[in-house]
């Protein structure tokens, strides 16, 4: 499976931005769904996740309640929806997968990712 996100860049403090993932060579209705980040000298941080069917979500509590993830599996494709951005949301964020059918509950850790995507950048300035 490749990723590839696009829709990061330069918002100011308040402002929104629209992350989009799109997902090729095989299909992904059947897998979990993750975004991840990524700050200078931070480890990779989970910040939502969606289960196959999309019934299902999670969010990291930095960014609950300004960010949303959702998918269209007929379109190969998961998004985040980020509101309210902070500078502290400044980071690179990386599309994760995995073939995984249970509920979403929690973020699992990165390492239980096996298809990721090159990474977008998204600045916030203050």
């Known amino acids: 499976v490749q990723l590839v996100e696009s829709g990061g860049g330069l918002v100011q403090d308040g402002g929104s931005l629209r992350l989009a993932c799109v997902a090729s060579?095989?299909?992904?209705?059947?897998?979990?769904m993750s975004w991840f980040r990524q700050a200078p000298g931070e480890e990779r941080e989970c910040v939502a996740v969606?289960?196959?069917?999309?019934?299902?979500?999670y969010y990291a509590e930095s960014v609950q309640g300004r960010f949303t993830i959702s998918r269209d599996n007929a379109k190969a494709t998961v998004y985040l929806q980020m509101d309210k951005l902070k500078p502290e949301d400044t980071a690179v964020y990386y599309c994760?997968?995995?073939?995984?059918?249970?509920?979403?509950?929690?973020?699992?850790?990165?390492?239980?990712?096996?298809?990721w995507g090159q990474g977008t950048q998204v600045t916030v300035s203050s």
């Open positions: 060579g095989r299909s992904v209705s059947s897998y979990r």
């Open positions: 969606i289960s196959w069917g999309g019934s299902t979500t």
């Open positions: 994760a997968g995995r073939s995984d059918l249970s509920t979403v509950r929690s973020c699992y850790a990165h390492t239980a990712y096996d298809n």
